[in-house]
Nanobody, 122 residues
Framework: VQLQASGGGSVQAGGSLRLSCAASERTFGSYSIGWFRRVPGKEREFVGAISWRGDSSEYVDSVKGRFTMSRDNDKNTVYLQMNSLKPDDTAVYYC????????????????WGQGTLVTVSS
């Protein structure tokens, strides 16, 4: 599965962005998708994940209530809607695919996108 993350950019605090993760395969519907982020000098952090059916999701506490994941399996795409952005959300965001059940551990994911940079200014 090849993943292409897009939608990053620069916004002011309080603004919104929507990231997309597009997959190359029609079997995309069998994969759960996780979003992770990395700040230079820090470890990659779990942000959220959505099940292969799209009927369940979970998020890291720091983004709960602000970030929402959704998926459109007909378009082989998962979205990460990010609202009320904060400077601490500044990072490179990566999407990753894991067959069937999602996980919070990046090492459990089999396929990764190239990352998209989100910059939030105060």
């Amino acid at each position: 599965v090849q993943l292409q993350a897009s939608g990053g950019g620069s916004v002011q605090a309080g603004g919104s962005l929507r990231l997309s993760c597009a997959a190359s395969e029609r079997t995309f519907g069998s994969y759960s998708i996780g979003w992770f982020r990395r700040v230079p000098g820090k470890e990659r952090e779990f942000v959220g994940a959505i099940s292969w059916r799209g009927d369940s999701s979970e998020y890291v506490d720091s983004v709960k209530g602000r970030f929402t994941m959704s998926r459109d399996n007909d378009k082989n795409t998962v979205y990460l809607q990010m609202n009320s952005l904060k400077p601490d959300d500044t990072a490179v965001y990566y999407c990753a695919a894991k067959y069937f059940r999602y996980s919070r551990k990046d090492s459990d994911y089999d396929y990764w996108g190239q990352g998209t940079l989100v910059t939030v200014s105060s």
